[in-house]
Structure formats: C-alpha cells, structure tokens
C-alpha cells in the first residue's frame, strides 16, 4: 500500500522550533524527490516550502532559508523537515509529498501553530 504518514506537528511559540517526520511505504523511496509543503487556510493554494531530490540535492522557499532544513534517510523511508525560528507566519498544514514521474504521492497532513 503506498502511503505517507506524516508526524510532529503542534503548537509551538514564536521563536520555536520543530521537526515534523514523513514516513513513506509502498514505494521505492530513494528514486523519489521528497518535499514538504503547507497550506495556510482552507482555499488557499499549497505551496512548496522544501524539496531533496533522490541524489539529495535541496530546493527551499525564500521565506523559510535559513530556518528550515530538510533531510532524507533512505535506509528508513522519511523524510524529515527541522523547522527553527518560527514564527506565526508558518502556521499552515504541512503536507508531505513523494514525486516521480509520473506519480505524486501526498501524506495526509499535519497542523502547525507558532503562536503565544
């Protein structure tokens, strides 16, 4: 069964830090480019905030370089995404995304509130 589990989402103050965990079965993970995206509202658009390619190379959102870092372990199937220095502007649903041609994979989502 494919699928991707995604973890670590919560509350958290400004100024905090999280690090939210996809899991991926069903797939042969390491030829798939991994990336974390977010949804700030229902009806808004979802946008990327950070991708690793299958050879690890990483792509990052202008708003959160410098702040979050995303990494990949083959060997276990996740994908993890360390998120510091949040501030509100990164609440959302964070959603994990698994693509190769021609597929895309998608978690089912995990909430995270920066706020006091």
């Known amino acids: 069964q494919v699928q991707l589990v995604e973890s670590g989402g919560g509350l958290v103050q400004p100024g905090g830090s999280l690090r939210l965990s996809c899991a991926a079965s069903?797939?042969?993970?390491?030829?798939?480019?991994m990336g974390w995206y977010r949804q700030a509202a229902p009806g808004k658009q979802r946008v990327l905030v950070a991708s690793i390619t299958s050879e690890g190379s990483t792509n990052y959102a202008d708003s959160v370089k410098g702040r979050f870092t995303i990494s990949r372990d083959n060997a276990k199937n996740t994908v993890d995404l360390q998120m510091n220095s949040l501030n509100p502007d990164d609440t959302a649903f964070y959603y994990c995304n698994g693509n190769r041609w021609p597929d895309s994979i998608w978690g089912q989502g995990t909430q995270v509130t920066v706020s006091s």
């Open positions: 069903g797939i042969i993970f390491r030829r798939y480019t």
